[in-house]
C-alpha cells in the first residue's frame, strides 16, 4: 500500500514536470575545463588540478529547478570525473567512474545533464583517484526560485581546503608504509614521563599498551597534519576579506572541501546564526563556535555592526594549524588572529565503554567480537547541546569541542529541520554498519571489508533503511552517501535534519534513516579521502523504480493504465 502511494506520487511528479515544460523553462549551458595548474601558497610550486585554471573551482550558481548542460572537456593526461556533491539527480549523471559512468577519458568531453537540485549551498569536485585532493573542488549555490526563510543583505562563500607540498600519491604511499607519517602533535616521550610521574609509571606504561594493542596512537584525532590551510583558495597571511556595510546580515556559506580537515570556526566578536546544515535549512540556531567535518556545509547569518574588521578563524580540529580569513567594511583591514588552542588528546576512557566488552583488550581489526552482543544502544538524546555534555563524543573522550568563549558550540542534536522533505514513518529495515580499521596498516573498512572485498549493499525502491553506524575506530569518519538524503535520528522525529553527510565521533553509535526514492548505482564511502582510497567505502544498488516496476507489479500496471487513459484524455484523441 505504502509502495501504490509513493509511485502515484511519483507519477503526480511526471505530471507537473510536463506542465512546467509549458512554460519558458530556465535553462544554462555550462562549460568547464580540467585543467593542470601550479599553485604556491604554501612558499613553493606544487603541482596540482584545477577547473578553469582556477583553485577552488569557479563558483557556479544556478537556480532551482534549471535544465542543466554542463561540458566538462578533460585535458589531463588521465582520466577525470566531476561529482555534484550533495545533489539529488539521476545516478548516471553523479560522476562517480566505475560507478555512475566510465569517467572521463584524456581528451574527452563529457556533456552532464540533469536539472538542478533543490536550493541550498553545495559543492563538486573530482571523485578521479586523489584529483580532490590537488585543487579539483569548487562551490555550487543553487538560487531558490521563491523566498528564502531568513533575510540577508548580501552573501560570501567561504571555501575551506588543505594543501599539502606532497602529492596526494605521496601522501597516501607515505601513510600506507608509516600511518604516523604525517602525525606531529604524538606523544612525546617527556609527556610519558610526566604521566609516569602523575599516575605512577605502571599507569603509563599500562596505556601506551593498551593504545599499542589498539594500534592507534593517541594523537589520531587527524591522521593527515602539516597541511596549510586554505580560506578561498588564500593562505593565512593572504588572508580572504569578504566585505560588508555596518548593520548588514551577511550569509556565509561554508563549504569544507578539505581531503582531511576537520575545522572549529568562529568569528570573535559575532554571533552566528545557523541556517542551513549540508543544502538544507534548519531552524535557526545562534552559536559561537561550530565544528564544520570534511564535505559538509553549514550556513550562517552574522551581523557585522561595527566598522571594523572581524577575523573569521577556521581551526583545525587537531589544533596543527588554522585557516584564516576576515571580513571587513574595507579592503586591506585586518583583525587579531587568535593563537591556536592545545590539541585535544583522546583517553582511554573513550574505548572503555561499558558496552563494548572485550575491546580494550582485543585486536581491532581481528577480535571475533558477538557483533549482537555488543548493544551498543545510542546516546542519550535528551540532553542536547555543545560542550561537554554533546550526546554526540562518547562520554570523557576529551573530544568534545567547546567554544573558545566559553559561550554556545553547534551540536549535531541542535540542528532541526525548517522543511522536512519525508514524511515521519518508521523504517523497513536496519543495515549495520562497523566502521572499522587498522592503523597499523591503513587499511579502513566497513564491518571490516575494503571496498574490493565486500558485496554490494542492495537496497529496495521504496524501502525506507535505517543505516547505523558503530564506529569502532578512534577517528571521525564523514559518511557520505550520494543520491539520498540521511534523516539523522537526533530524537526530534519529524524534525531530524536532513544531511549528505553524516558525521560519527569515535565510538559513538549513529542512526539515519534512507528514504529509497533513487533508482541506480550510487556510491557509499567515507569521505576522508585518503580512508576511502584505503577502502572505506560501498556501492549501494537500488533495485527496482518507476521504470521497470511496471514489469513486476500489476497493481503498477494498473496504475500506468489509469494515468495514461488521463493523459490521452486531457490531450484529447490521438
Ligand atoms: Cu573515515
Not at 579539483?136 to 607540498?165: A, K, N
Not at 567547546?402 to 522533505?421: H, I, T
Amino acid at each position: 500500500m505504502k509502495i501504490r502511494v509513493r509511485i502515484f506520487a511519483a507519477l503526480f511528479g511526471c505530471a507537473v514536470v510536463a506542465l512546467e515544460g509549458a512554460l519558458p523553462a530556465a535553462a544554462g549551458t555550462y562549460d568547464l575545463t580540467v585543467e593542470p595548474v601550479t599553485l604556491d601558497v604554501s612558499g613553493r610550486d606544487v603541482d596540482g588540478f584545477s577547473i578553469n585554471g582556477q583553485v577552488p573551482a569557479p563558483l557556479l550558481r544556478f537556480t532551482e529547478g534549471e535544465e542543466l548542460t554542463i561540458n566538462v572537456t578533460n585535458t589531463l593526461e588521465v582520466d577525470t570525473s566531476i561529482h555534484w556533491h550533495g545533489f539529488v539527480l539521476p545516478f548516471d549523471q553523479d560522476g562517480v567512474p566505475g560507478m555512475s559512468f566510465d569517467g572521463i577519458k584524456p581528451g574527452e568531453t563529457f556533456t552532464y545533464r540533469f536539472k538542478a537540485p533543490k536550493a541550498g549551498t553545495y559543492w563538486y569536485h573530482s571523485h578521479s583517484g586523489l584529483q580532490e585532493g590537488a585543487g579539483m573542488y569548487g562551490p555550487i549555490i543553487i538560487e531558490p526560485t521563491g523566498r528564502e526563510p531568513f533575510r540577508y543583505g548580501r552573501d560570501h562563500v567561504v571555501v575551506l581546503s588543505d594543501w599539502h607540498e606532497d602529492s596526494p600519491m605521496q601522501v597516501f604511499r607515505n601513510l600506507k608504509r608509516s600511518p604516523d607519517h604525517y602525525n606531529f602533535i604524538q606523544r612525546t616521550a617527556g609527556e610519558f614521563f610526566r604521566q609516569a610521574e602523575e599516575e605512577g609509571l605502571g599507569a603509563a606504561l599500562g596505556d601506551r599498551l593498551d593504545w599499542g594493542e589498539m594500534r592507534m596512537m593517541p594523537s589520531d584525532i587527524q591522521d593527515v597534519q602539516g597541511y596549510t590551510y586554505l580560506m578561498n583558495g588564500r593562505n593565512p597571511s593572504q588572508n580572504w576579506t569578504g566585505l560588508f556595510t555596518p548593520g548588514e546580515r551577511v550569509r556565509l556559506r561554508f563549504i569544507n572541501a578539505s581531503a582531511m580537515s576537520f575545522y572549529d570556526i568562529r568569528i570573535p566578536g559575532l554571533e552566528m546564526t545557523v541556517v542551513q546544515a549540508d543544502a538544507n535549512n534548519v531552524r535557526p540556531v545562534t552559536v559561537d563556535e561550530f565544528r564544520i567535518a570534511v564535505a559538509e556545509t553549514y550556513d550562517v547569518i552574522v551581523r557585522p555592526r561595527e566598522d571594523r574588521a572581524y577575523t573569521i578563524f577556521a581551526e583545525t580540529m587537531a589544533r596543527d594549524g588554522f585557516a584564516r580569513g576576515t571580513l571587513a567594511p574595507r579592503d586591506g583591514m585586518e583583525a587579531a588572529v587568535p593563537e591556536l588552542r592545545d590539541p585535544p588528546r583522546l583517553t582511554m576512557a573513550d574505548m572503555d565503554h561499558g558496552a563494548m566488552p572485550g575491546m580494550t583488550h582485543g585486536d581491532m581489526d581481528q577480535g571475533e567480537m558477538d557483533h549482537a552482543a555488543m548493544g551498543h544502544a545510542g546516546h542519550d538524546m535528551g540532553a542536547m547541546g555543545g560542550g561537554d555534555d554533546d550526546p554526540f563524543y562518547a562520554p570523557g573522550s576529551g573530544l568534545e569541542p567547546d567554544a573558545a568563549n566559553g559561550g554556545k558550540f553547534l551540536s549535531l542534536g541542535d540542528l532541526r529541520a525548517q522543511d522536512p522533505l519525508y514524511e515521519e514513518r518508521p523504517y523497513d529495515r536496519e543495515i549495520r554498519l562497523r566502521l572499522t580499521g587498522n592503523m597499523e596498516r591503513y587499511i579502513w573498512s566497513i564491518n571490516d571489508k575494503k571496498l574490493s572485498e565486500a558485496e554490494p549493499l542492495r537496497l529496495k525502491y521504496g524501502e525506507r533503511v535505517r543505516f547505523t553506524f558503530i564506529n569502532e575506530t578512534m577517528m571521525a569518519h564523514p559518511m557520505h552517501l550520494h543520491g539520498m538524503w540521511k534523516i539523522v535520528d537526533v530524537g526530534a522525529g519529524k524534525w531530524n535534519p536532513l544531511k549528505h553527510v553524516l558525521t560519527v565521533a569515535p565510538n559513538t553509535t549513529l542512526s539515519a534513516d534512507v528514504e529509497v526514492d533513487a533508482p541506480g548505482q550510487w556510491a557509499f564511502h567515507c569521505h576522508l579521502m585518503y580512508h576511502m582510497a584505503a577502502g572505506m567505502f560501498r556501492k549501494v544498488i537500488v533495485e527496482g523504480g518507476p521504470e521497470d516496476l511496471a514489469q513486476v507489479d500489476p497493481e503498477l500496471e494498473k496504475l500506468w493504465g489509469m494515468a495514461n487513459a488521463g493523459d490521452a484524455q486531457a490531450g484529447g484523441h490521438h
